[in-house]
C-alpha cells in the first residue's frame, strides 16, 4: 500500500510539472505577443521608432516580414523634407527606368530600321540588275526585230527581182549578173525563178564567164542543202 501511495505521488508531481509548464510557456506566449504588438502600436503611435533601432541596413531588416515592416516604420517616421526627398528619389529612380525603357526601344528601332534599310539596298540592287537585264532582253529584241524586218525586206526584193528577172531575156539578165551583181544574191533570185528560165540565163553566161556559172551553180547546191 504504501509503494502504491508513493506512485501516485510521483504521478501527481508529474502531472503538475507538466500543467506547470504548459502555463509558464503558454504566459511566456502571450507576453511576447503582447510585447511585439504593443513594440507595433508605440512605433506606429511614435512613441517609439524602430527604424532606428533597426536600420534598412541591419541583418534584422533583411528578415523576410520583419524587414517589410521596418520600411513601412522608416516611412511613417519621415518627417516633411525627408519624405519630400524619398519620393523625389523614387521619382527620379523612375525616371532613369523609363529612360533606359525608352533608350532600349530606340535602340531596337534603329537596328530594325537598319535592318529594313538594308533589305531595302538589296531590293534595289536586285531590281537594278532586273532592269539592266530586261533592257539587255529589249535591245535584243529590238535586234532581232530590226534583222527580221530586214530579212523580210530582202526577201521582198529578191522575189521582186526574180519576177523581174522572169520577164527579161537571158542575154540582158546575164549582162546584168556579169557587171558585178553579187553571187550570193544572184543564187538566191534564181531559187525564186523557173528552173528553165535559169537554165539560158546560165548558158548565156557561160560564153562570156564559164568560171561565174560555175561559183552561182555552187552558191545555188549550198543554198539547197541548208
Not at 60 to 78: C, E, F, N, R, T
Not at 85 to 90: A, C, I, P
Not at 94 to 112: A, D, F, P, V
Amino acid at each position: 500500500m504504501a509503494e502504491e501511495g508513493k506512485k501516485k505521488n510521483k504521478e501527481g508531481k508529474k502531472k503538475k510539472k507538466k500543467k506547470y509548464f504548459f502555463f509558464t510557456s503558454f504566459l511566456f506566449l502571450i507576453f511576447l505577443f503582447t510585447l511585439f504588438t504593443g513594440t507595433i502600436f508605440l512605433d506606429i503611435i511614435g512613441f517609439l521608432d524602430l527604424s532606428k533601432l533597426f536600420p534598412p541596413t541591419s541583418k534584422i531588416a533583411k528578415m523576410p516580414y520583419v524587414g517589410s515592416y521596418l520600411k513601412y516604420s522608416y516611412q511613417i517616421h519621415l518627417d516633411d523634407d525627408e519624405r519630400l526627398k524619398l519620393l523625389s528619389n523614387k521619382y527620379q529612380e523612375e525616371i532613369q527606368l523609363k529612360n533606359r525603357e525608352i533608350s532600349l526601344k530606340e535602340k531596337k528601332t534603329k537596328e530594325l530600321k537598319d535592318s529594313l534599310l538594308k533589305k531595302e539596298e538589296k531590293l534595289n540592287t536586285k531590281e537594278k540588275i532586273l532592269n539592266e537585264k530586261d533592257k539587255s532582253l529589249k535591245e535584243r529584241e529590238k535586234i532581232i526585230l530590226e534583222k527580221e524586218k530586214t530579212y523580210k525586206e530582202k526577201e521582198a526584193n529578191i522575189d521582186k527581182f526574180a519576177s523581174i528577172y522572169s520577164s527579161m531575156t537571158p542575154d540582158a539578165v546575164s549582162n546584168i549578173i556579169l557587171g558585178g551583181l553579187d553571187e550570193n544574191i544572184v543564187a538566191r533570185i534564181f531559187e525564186k525563178m523557173d528552173n528553165k528560165k535559169v537554165a539560158k540565163i546560165l548558158n548565156a553566161i557561160s560564153t562570156k564567164d564559164v568560171k561565174k556559172v560555175k561559183s552561182i551553180i555552187e552558191l545555188m547546191t549550198k543554198q539547197r542543202g541548208k
